[in-house]
T-cell receptor, first 111, second 111 residues
Framework: NAGVTQTPKFQVLKTGQSMTLQCAQDMNHEYMSWYRQDPGMGLRLIHY???????DQGEVPNGYNVSRSTTEDFPLRLLSAAPSQTSVYFCASSYIGREQYFGPGTRLTVT | EDQVTQSPEALRLQEGESSSLNCSYTVSGLRGLFWYRQDPGKGPEFLFT?????EEKEKERLKATLTKKESFLHITAPKPEDSATYLCAVQNAGNNRKLIWGLGTSLAVNP
């Protein structure tokens, strides 16, 4: 099993550009989520999904969109990148209510 | 308000010097408490889940314990490879779709 995979590993964007961070899991987990991690702020939940076609907002959803068309994939879209979105982004998956398994992360810089 | 506080923020140990990390939590009803290890530049790695006061779990040099207000991660005779940030998260019994994360303890073990 590959577990949770994320692409790209690194990305530099200019302010106003859009992009999609990819996340896939091969563990048949119903639950998938996106976090951002910033120094001194810890892990903050952006969006999550409990199954294909079902998504909901976390604590910091503004500026991000998600969709879940399959169990395996949960992409995160930045609509118009801003310097405040410079961060490390982690995707995670789990059975609902169980321990989450994290991907390796995407380090995003917005200039 | 649900809250997780980890202490100390940073800890430096000599190889073989045992110690404990603390995770204090406030939650209206605890469904589970999770410990993770995070190495620099990587995603968090799951270590333990604890569900009820008095429960203990062990893995190599690590032992996690749980009371009604806090959890401890005991590290016995640590080695340099135990150096990492240790994260604690709790799940509210009324909402199994979100975790409340602490900011972590950064552990450095000197040879």
């Amino acid at each position: 099993n590959a577990g949770v995979t994320q692409t790209p590993k690194f990305q530099v964007l200019k302010t106003g550009q859009s992009m999609t961070l990819q996340c896939a899991q091969d563990m048949n987990h119903e639950y998938m989520s996106w976090y951002r991690q910033d120094p001194g702020m810890g892990l903050r939940l952006i969006h999550y999904s409990v199954g294909a076609g079902i998504t909901d907002q976390g604590e910091v959803p503004n500026g991000y969109n998600v969709s879940r068309s399959t169990t395996e994939d949960f992409p995160l879209r930045l609509l118009s990148a801003a310097p405040s979105q410079t961060s490390v982004y982690f995707c995670a998956s789990s059975y609902i209510g169980r321990e989450q398994y994290f991907g390796p992360g995407t380090r995003l810089t917005v200039t | 308000e649900d809250q997780v506080t980890q202490s100390p923020e940073a800890l430096r140990l000599q190889e073989g010097e045992s110690s404990s990390l603390n995770c204090s939590y406030t939650v209206s009803g605890l469904r589970g408490l999770f410990w993770y290890r995070q190495d620099p530049g990587k995603g968090p790695e799951f270590l333990f889940t604890l569900y009820s006061a008095g429960e203990e779990k062990e893995k190599e040099r690590l032992k996690a314990t749980l009371t009604k207000k806090e959890s401890f991660l005991h590290i016995t005779a640590p080695k340099p490879e135990d150096s990492a940030t240790y994260l604690c998260a709790v799940q509210n019994a009324g909402n199994n779709r979100k975790l409340i994360w602490g900011l972590g303890t950064s552990l450095a073990v000197n040879p």
